[in-house]
């Protein structure tokens, strides 16, 4: 569901019916409420809900816009990095530089692989494990959503 953008006070009111019909949307879905995600600028609610299958089944793999620039690494192996926050992935610093990180690249935890613009504030997304970049899953410069995945990364145990 998507909205005009509102006054502050018609956004919380918006919120505010969220919040009041949560169980009603929990109930609406063929499988428990995971999470519902609300944005502000132009109110965007996101609802969703938990895999079918059995309880501490993993989730499906999520669709991927993929740059294609990598073969499949194989299956349960791939670790993502996903997007901390709603806005517009960057893989570089600015227009023209080098990106952070290219297939094959080894990445620590903590190192920035990407910038995430929000409400004109550039916002560094850092990897939160070690891995070696198989694939860059979003493309340069396109809107991506909470919890998106931006990159896949094959573990690396320091060998």
């Known amino acids: 569901m998507t909205l005009e953008p509102e006054p ?11 919040v009041r019909h949560a169980a009603r949307l929990g109930d609406a879905g063929s499988a428990p409420l995971r999470r519902i995600t609300v944005s502000t600028a132009t109110v965007a609610i996101g609802v969703e809900w938990s895999p079918p299958g059995p309880p501490g089944a993993a989730p499906p793999p ?27 992935f960057y893989r570089a610093q600015e227009p023209g530089a080098a990106p952070f990180v290219e297939i094959g690249d080894l990445v620590e935890a903590g190192q920035q692989v990407g910038i995430i613009e929000a409400m004109k504030l550039m916002n560094a997304v850092q990897a939160d494990r070690r891995g070696r970049v198989s694939r ?23 060998h």
Do not use: C, K, N
């Not at 502050?8 to 969220?18: H, I, K, P, S, T």
């Not at 999520?62 to 517009?88: F, K, W």
């Open 8 to 18: 502050a006070g018609e956004r919380e009111q918006v919120l505010d019916w969220v």
């Open 62 to 88: 999520t669709p991927e816009r993929a740059d294609d620039t990598a073969a499949d690494p194989g299956p349960d192996t791939t670790l993502l990095v996903t997007a901390p926050m709603v806005g517009t």
């Open 136 to 158: 860059i899953v979003a493309a340069d410069g396109t809107p991506v959503q909470y919890d998106e995945p931006l990159l896949a990364l094959l573990p690396h145990d320091g």
